[in-house]
């Protein structure tokens, strides 16, 4: 009853806006491509990659359908130059997409603790690399840089035959020690898709800084297939409508299960495919106004640490979030978590995340990985280490709504643990 209560309300005043495009502009360009029959394949993918390549001090940009996308090719070619090892070590807190392009590239992801602000441990990385170990993946966690220097250094002078991916996918735009997020590795990668500091309707870029994994690129990427207008179409129209209607899409997803059992779907494939030409349009568009959007989301995060690191029961993984723009926003709730099932099914919800759902406050979890996705060892690792992912809930971010509105979630927050 209370999980129906909560949909019956979840017509939320408050909520994440992952995508950042105004409305009116996008559409008109949506329009004008489709009329053209250029939103599959066009200039605009070719002109991302030049740009991408003049700013970042790499050999040669790709554009991909996805960033798993990216790591998955990038793997591959790793493979091809030494195919005696297989081993590929990832933090233990991950978006899944990674986890399953390691195992779509033939390879067995292997996996590290992390620290508090979620970034991997150098000193634990450096545990784990043995002579089967292939490569390391480096993701700044939504967007909030790990300490890459520390572990390229470290990995150049204990197993320098390991490959390094930078994993930028969500940092897009942030410089570590004068040095762009994304080129620090033999490959880098950069995500396109919803929550991300750039936003399409999906799209990856691959960004090659070693000689000899760009020659092996190079002679398959030739085979790599291009979207289709059609698709690509679809996946356009389908994004555009959860795009309109993100406020009602949380209830509109539960009758459909509920009712028509229908699931929501991704709106990427997993197959191997180029960036389509409206994906690049939109991210072309978005550099240019980058920097104003994160500006205020930066204020909303700011304004969210400066008043709930009042309350005893919260603290925040990635304090200094604002510094680097992340694309989600997480505080930890000691005390109060989420439970679920083997299968990555809520069970129980976070008694806040209850509260604020019924308030017309739009909140949710971290990442939820499968533990077939983990195997034993990863899934021992978080249950041992890392139990307390289960209290991360993340706070409603709209750049759109004035700071001042955020007060009532504020509010809310402290009623909910006031009355606890």
Known sequence: MQMYSNVI????????????????????????????????????RKEL?????????????????SGSNAIEVALGAFKQLDPSRSRVLIPV?????????????????????????????????????????????????YGYAAQISECVQLIRQAAPSVFIIDDAAAAFGINVQNRPLGSWGDV???????????????????????????????????????PSETETLLKVLRFWRDFICIRYSPALNYWGKKFLKITPRSYRSWNLKKMSNIDAALVLW??????????????????????????????????NASTFG??????????????????GEIVRDNPLVAYLRSRGIQAGYGYAVLEDDLGREGEQLR???????????????????DLACYETVINAITSFFNVS
């Open 188 to 226: 880098g990668i950069f995500s396109f898709g919803p929550s991300k500091q750039l936003t399409a309707t999906g799209g990856g870029m691959l960004l090659i800084s070693n000689t000899d994994v760009l020659r092996v690129v190079q002679e398959c990427v030739a085979a790599i297939p291009e």
């Open 9 to 44: 309300n979840s017509f939320p005043t408050f909520f994440s806006r992952v995508v950042y495009w105004e409305l009116k502009q996008t559409f008109f360009m949506i329009i004008r491509l489709m009329l053209f029959g250029q939103l599959a394949q066009g200039t605009y």
């Open 286 to 319: 978005l550099l240019n106004h980058k920097q104003c959007i994160h500006t205020r989301r930066n204020q909303i995060i700011e304004y969210y640490i400066r008043e709930l690191s009042k309350l005893p029961a919260v603290s925040f993984p990635q304090e």
């Open 49 to 65: 990659t030049k740009l991408i390549k003049r700013q970042f001090p790499v050999l040669e940009c790709i554009a991909l359908e």
């Open 383 to 401: 249950k041992e280490r890392h139990a307390w992912f289960n209290e991360l809930v993340w706070l409603p971010i709209d750049h759109t709504k």
């Open 93 to 141: 807190y991950i978006c899944p997409s990674v986890i399953r392009a390691v195992k779509r590239a033939g390879l067995t992801p292997c996996f590290t603790a992390v620290s508090n602000d979620l970034t991997l441990i150098p000193e634990d990385l450096q545990r784990k690399l043995n002579a089967d170990t292939l490569a390391v993946i480096i993701p700044h966690i």
């Open 326 to 343: 992340v694309s989600r926003f997480y505080m930890r709730t000691s005390g109060y978590s989420v439970e679920r099932n083997q299968q």
